[in-house]
């Protein structure tokens, strides 16, 4: 869970958030193996291409195995159908450095992820933690609906 610090980091109302990078294991799903969705992953998909104007998947998971995760969730009902072709980021290394984004603002970037371990340290303020979603993979509330009241909204046309 952030801290109040955290939270107003990302949403002071400041920053206009361009590109919005989405870890998958951990954080949207269970793993790679047993691709269990988050509680009211679907909705936060939807919710997040209304937000921001580039939604990008940045993953350790490798892309085939990525798009192939993506097309069974998808024939589930459990993510919208555009996710399997949701940008895919490529990147390597041991931390996700948002740099590795391409055409991606820095300063106008925010991750999603659960791992912290895995965070670029001089863009925590852009990092959205979430609690690993681990066996039993039962969660009180919904993890996900929490992240959105984290995220920023866009200002509308005229609004400063």
Not at 15 to 28: F, S
Not at 65 to 92: K, M, N, S
Request: charged residues 30%.
């Amino acid at each position: 869970m952030a801290s109040r610090e955290e939270a107003r980091a990302v949403d002071d109302g400041t920053r206009h958030i361009e590109v919005l990078a989405l870890d998958l294991e951990g954080t949207l799903i269970s793993n790679a193996v047993s691709q269990i969705p988050r509680r009211g992953l679907h909705e936060f998909l939807v919710e997040c291409v209304e937000r921001f104007p580039r939604v990008v998947m940045f993953t350790t998971v490798p892309e085939a195995r990525f798009r192939a995760i993506a097309r069974a969730l998808a024939g589930e009902g459990a993510v919208p159908e555009w996710f399997p072709d949701l940008e895919y980021v490529h990147w390597h290394g041991a931390i996700k450095d948002l740099r590795f984004i391409t055409d991606a603002p820095l300063e106008r970037t925010i991750l999603v992820d659960d791992c912290g371990d895995v965070i670029q340290p001089a863009q925590t303020e852009q990092w959205i933690s979430v609690p690993l979603f681990e066996h039993p993979y039962e969660e009180p509330g919904y993890v996900l609906e929490e992240v959105l009241t984290r995220l920023p909204r866009p200002k509308r046309r005229g609004e400063k």
